[in-house]
Nanobody, 120 residues
Framework: QVQLVESGGGLVQPGGSLRLSCTAS????????MGWFRQAPEQQRELVAV???????NYAESVKGRFTISRDHAKNTMYLQMNRLESEDTAVYYC??????????????WGQGTQVTVSS
């Protein structure tokens, strides 16, 4: 089974930047769709950004222009560069992968989550 491990979360002030990383236990070229979801307390998990193995991307409207998703197949790692962070970005961020789709299902892979807190 595929394992995903996130890192890079932490505390940052509004307007600051943070980069999240997700490393897979397999060659990520095999994973057609990878991305990031986030979940704030008492809120539903929501899509942040996704990227295909061909480099196509899609972003939530709330982060478009501020966040950049990328994947490095040589390192089996996916990244989320987060700039101009806002308090509303505070959440647990989860690495996601799926052989086919950006819509989570029983065959999707998930990381353990990493906390991002944006506060002054």
């Amino acid at each position: 089974q595929v394992q995903l491990v996130e890192s890079g979360g932490g505390l940052v002030q509004p307007g600051g930047s943070l980069r999240l990383s997700c490393t897979a236990s397999t060659r990520i070229f095999r994973i057609k769709v990878m991305g990031w979801f986030r979940q704030a307390p008492e809120q539903q998990r929501e899509l942040v950004a996704v990227i295909t193995n061909g480099g196509r991307t899609n972003y939530a409207e709330s982060v478009k222009g501020r966040f950049t998703i990328s994947r490095d197949h040589a390192k089996n790692t996916m990244y989320l560069q987060m700039n101009r962070l806002e308090s509303e970005d505070t959440a647990v961020y989860y690495c996601y992968g799926d052989p086919d789709t950006a819509v989570p299902n029983e065959g999707s892979y998930w990381g353990q989550g990493t906390q991002v807190t944006v506060s002054s």
